[in-house]
């Protein structure tokens, strides 16, 4: 059921931040922004990077629609700052927000649980021997990444030994580890997640075409030629599972709210988890738009449905 504008008081939308996806939260929080302003909601923008957190508190929201990414904004650290100054704000907590941003520490708690994700090793140095014996163990081809960015930002898929180094010094850019992940052959698919725990609901899956399997940072956001095929063309029982799959896999890390899980099918159509993204992208590009009108939900309702799901970790002493 969609909010009614009335009821959602003052509301912040948080977008911009000092992250390397600072111009894609700028697309999402325009956006977000935008469609709360046409519903008449009382919503104003709010930019960490140039405003203080002084400002943030005497603003006096009643909540805050959180449309930053990566860093400082999507890794815990604003959600500390929203609890602080209880002001209830969408999508997970601190915990599960700071579990989702580390693709490494995800990785480990879906493994305790026996959800399926592809192999890794953490490349410790860039020297040539350690580099070949990284892709020995994994098997070319193979990706490497930082595990803290996302946006496909400093990834690299690498082909033959000769790339590891190339690879390992772009990455290195973002963080001191370095994550090497196997590659898994196959179709690129999402689940847009709503809700929490027993009420969370997935969103129709949705495949990406992306031009030479290439889904980078310029086919994410700027470019035409990506192919988003929503419901994805799967067999209903195998889009069912994948859809359980990935509710299992956000419960796990304790997410709320909404969230969008990313997985790759491999060619025996075994469905592999790569990572939660837990304030995912509202641009016109973005996915969860793309599942939500799947099942008749304009961008406008959906961030109404997403702002009413604002809460704190900590409800016992309300503002």
């Given at each position: 059921?969609?909010?009614?504008?009335?009821?959602?008081?003052?509301?912040?939308?948080?977008?911009?931040?000092?992250?390397?996806?600072?111009?894609?939260?700028?697309?999402?929080?325009?956006?977000?922004?935008?469609?709360?302003?046409?519903?008449?909601?009382?919503?104003?923008?709010?930019?960490?990077?140039?405003?203080?957190?002084?400002?943030?508190?005497?603003?006096?929201?009643?909540?805050?629609?959180?449309?930053?990414?990566?860093?400082?904004?999507?890794?815990?650290?604003?959600?500390?700052?929203?609890?602080?100054?209880?002001?209830?704000?969408?999508?997970?907590?601190?915990?599960?927000?700071?579990?989702?941003?580390?693709?490494?520490?995800?990785?480990?708690?879906?493994?305790?649980?026996?959800?399926?994700?592809?192999?890794?090793?953490?490349?410790?140095?860039?020297?040539?021997?350690?580099?070949?014996?990284?892709?020995?163990?994994?098997?070319?081809?193979?990706?490497?990444?930082?595990?803290?960015?996302?946006?496909?930002?400093?990834?690299?898929?690498?082909?033959?030994?000769?790339?590891?180094?190339?690879?390992?010094?772009?990455?290195?850019?973002?963080?001191?580890?370095?994550?090497?992940?196997?590659?898994?052959?196959?179709?690129?698919?999402?689940?847009?997640?709503?809700?929490?725990?027993?009420?969370?609901?997935?969103?129709?899956?949705?495949?990406?075409?992306?031009?030479?399997?290439?889904y980078d940072y310029h086919n994410k956001y700027f470019g035409e030629e990506t192919k988003y095929l929503c419901p994805a063309p799967l067999a209903s029982g195998l889009s069912e599972a994948i859809q359980?799959?990935?509710?299992?896999?956000?419960?796990?890390?304790?997410?709320?709210?909404?969230?969008?899980?990313?997985?790759?099918?491999?060619?025996?159509?075994?469905?592999?988890?790569?990572?939660?993204?837990?304030?995912?992208?509202?641009?016109?590009?973005?996915?969860?738009?793309?599942?939500?009108?799947?099942?008749?939900?304009?961008?406008?309702?959906?961030?109404?449905?997403?702002?009413?799901?604002?809460?704190?970790d900590d409800r016992s002493n309300p503002r």
């Open positions: 059921m969609t909010a009614v504008a009335s009821e959602l008081g003052k509301v912040g939308v948080l977008f911009g931040g000092r992250s390397s996806e600072r111009e894609v939260s700028i697309m999402s929080g325009s956006g977000v922004l935008s469609a709360l302003l046409s519903r008449g909601v009382d919503a104003h923008a709010f930019d960490p990077s140039t405003q203080s957190l002084g400002e943030l508190e005497a603003a006096e929201f009643d909540r805050v629609f959180i449309a930053l990414h990566g860093r400082g904004g999507e890794d815990g650290v604003m959600q500390g700052v929203l609890e602080t100054l209880r002001i209830p704000y969408t999508g997970s907590g601190v915990q599960a927000s700071a579990i989702a941003i580390d693709k490494v520490f995800t990785k480990r708690i879906w493994q305790t649980h026996a959800l399926p994700t592809p192999r890794y090793r953490l490349i410790a140095s860039p020297e040539r021997a350690h580099l070949n014996e990284v892709a020995d163990d994994l098997r070319l081809p193979l990706i490497v990444k930082p595990p803290n960015e996302g946006s496909t930002i400093g990834i690299s898929r690498v082909l033959g030994y000769s790339g590891m180094a190339d690879a390992f010094a772009l990455a290195r850019n973002y963080g001191d580890v370095v994550l090497a992940e196997e590659f898994i052959e196959g179709r690129e698919l999402t689940c847009a997640i709503l809700g929490a725990g027993d009420t969370a609901e997935a969103l129709p899956l949705v495949e990406i075409r992306a031009p030479d399997s290439n359980e799959l990935s509710v299992r896999a956000y419960n796990a890390l304790g997410a709320r709210g909404w969230g969008r899980i990313d997985i790759m099918l491999d060619q025996r159509d075994q469905p592999y988890l790569l990572e939660l993204n837990t304030s995912p992208g509202m641009t016109g590009h973005s996915l969860v738009p793309i599942a939500a009108r799947a099942i008749g939900v304009s961008y406008e309702d959906l961030v109404l449905r997403i702002l009413a799901l604002a809460i704190l």
